[in-house]
C-alpha cells in the first residue's frame, strides 16, 4: 500500500465523532478535579466529592476511547495485506506529531520545581524530582517500570503507556481483524481482554511494594486499548441504531450498578462500562449524543489533551502560589480551574494544533518522498 493510499484511506475515517469528543472533554475534568480533590470547597456536596474522588477511572475510558479512534482512523493501514516498515513509522510518526509537542514543553516548564526550592527553600511541598525519571519522560518510557515513579508530570504516565500501545497496535490490529469477523466474536475479543484485566488487578498487590503505575497501569491500558479496538470491530458488523445505543447505555448502567454495590470489582465491570458508552455514542445517534454535541463541550474535548498534559504544573504552581496563611482555602480551587481552563486553552492554540499541523505537513513530504 503507498503513502497516498495510506492518505486517502486515513482521510475517509477522520471525521470528528462528536458524541465521543464531548466526552473526553468531560473525562479530563474529572482528572482535573481528582488531582485536587484535597483541597475542594468547604460547600462541595458530599456526593459529588465522592464522585470526584473516582476520578483516575476516567484515565480508563480514555485508553478504551483511544483505542477505538486509533483503530477508527488506522485500521486499514495494517489489517489486510502485507504490513510495511514504512506504513508502521509513517503511523508511529503521526502519533508523535499529535502527543510529542505538548508533552514536551511542559516538561521542559516543570523544571520550575527544582528552581522553586532554591528560591523558596521553605515550601516543603515540591513533590519527587526524580532524575532517571525525568530522562526517561523524554522517550515516553517513563511508565514501562524501568524506574521508580511516579514524579514530575504524573499523569503523563497514561501517555507513557499509550505510546507502548502504539508501538503494538499493527499487531493488536492484525489479531482481532482475524479474529472478530462477527459480533459474537467481536464480544469475546473484548470480554477475553475485560478478564484478562479483573485476573491482573486482583494480583497486583506484592510485598516488594510495586505501584500501579510501574506495571499495572501497562496492563491496564494494554488491555482498554484493545477493548476499544474490539468495540470498533464490534460496530463495523453492527451498523449505528438506536439498538445500539439501547445495549450500550444497559452495559453502561449495569457496570455502574455493580460498582456501587461492590467497588473492588472497578477493573472489571467499569472498562467493560467504558467499551458500553463508546459503543453507544461513537454512531453520534440519540439525545445523548446530542448533548454531548454541545459546542462548549465540544472546545472542551477538543482542549482535552493539552487540559490533562497541563494540569499537574498548574496544580503546583497554584498551590505554591496560594496556600499560605492569609489565603482562603476556597478561593485556590475556583483558582486553579480558571488557570487550567486558560493553559491548556494557550497550549492548545499555540503549540499543540500548530506544531501537529507543521510536523504532518513534514511528515507526509518525507514518507512521500519515500514512497518512490
Not at 70 to 82: K, M, Q, R, T
Not at 170 to 196: D, E, G, N, Q
Not at 331 to 336: G, K, L, M, T
Request: proline share 5%.
Amino acid at each position: 500500500m503507498t503513502v497516498s493510499t495510506f492518505e486517502t484511506n486515513i482521510s475517509k475515517s477522520t471525521e470528528p465523532l462528536r458524541a465521543l469528543t464531548g466526552i473526553r472533554g468531560l473525562a479530563a475534568w474529572w482528572v482535573v478535579a481528582y488531582h485536587f480533590r484535597d483541597i475542594l470547597p468547604t460547600a462541595t456536596p458530599s456526593p459529588l466529592a465522592h464522585f470526584i474522588a473516582y476520578g483516575y477511572l476516567a484515565v480508563d475510558l480514555f485508553f478504551v476511547l483511544s483505542g477505538y479512534v486509533i483503530a477508527a482512523n488506522y485500521s486499514l493501514w495494517f489489517c489486510a495485506g502485507e504490513m510495511s516498515r514504512v506504513s508502521y513509522i509513517h503511523f508511529l510518526a503521526l502519533r508523535l506529531s499529535r502527543v510529542y509537542p505538548v508533552h514536551l514543553v511542559i516538561l521542559l516548564l516543570f523544571m520550575v520545581i527544582p528552581l522553586s526550592a532554591v528560591l523558596s527553600p521553605h515550601h516543603h511541598d515540591l513533590g519527587d524530582i526524580n532524575a532517571p525519571y525525568y530522562l526517561c519522560s523524554f522517550l515516553l518510557i517513563q511508565g514501562w517500570g524501568l524506574v521508580d515513579g511516579p514524579a514530575w508530570n504524573m499523569p503523563a504516565w497514561s501517555i507513557s503507556d499509550e505510546w507502548f500501545a502504539y508501538l503494538a497496535f499493527p499487531l493488536i490490529c492484525r489479531v482481532s481483524f482475524r479474529f472478530s469477523r462477527t459480533a459474537a466474536h467481536s464480544l469475546l475479543f473484548i470480554m477475553f481482554f475485560a478478564i484478562v484485566l479483573a485476573v491482573v488487578s486482583s494480583l497486583r498487590l506484592n510485598p516488594q511494594g510495586m505501584t500501579d503505575f510501574q506495571w499495572f497501569g501497562l496492563v491496564r491500558c494494554m488491555c482498554e486499548f484493545s477493548m476499544g479496538i474490539g468495540v470498533y470491530h464490534l460496530l463495523k458488523v453492527s451498523p449505528s441504531s438506536s439498538s445500539n445505543l439501547i445495549l450500550g447505555l444497559i452495559l453502561l448502567i449495569a457496570g455502574l450498578a455493580i460498582f456501587i454495590y461492590q467497588p473492588s470489582t472497578e477493573y472489571f465491570v467499569l472498562p467493560l462500562s467504558f467499551a458500553g458508552l463508546v459503543f453507544a455514542l461513537a454512531g453520534d445517534y440519540g439525545a445523548i449524543a446530542s448533548l454531548l454535541r454541545a459546542k462548549p463541550l465540544q472546545l472542551l474535548g477538543q482542549i482535552s489533551y493539552s487540559t490533562y498534559i497541563c494540569h499537574y504544573l498548574i496544580k503546583f504552581l497554584i498551590k505554591f502560589a496560594l496556600l499560605r496563611p492569609g489565603i482562603q482555602p476556597d478561593y485556590v480551587f475556583p483558582s486553579y480551574i480558571l488557570a487550567v481552563l486558560c493553559a491548556s486553552s494557550l497550549l492548545h492554540v499555540y503549540i499543540e494544533r500548530p506544531a501537529q499541523i507543521a510536523l504532518r505537513r513534514e511528515i507526509r513530504l518525507r514518507f512521500r518522498g519515500a514512497a518512490k
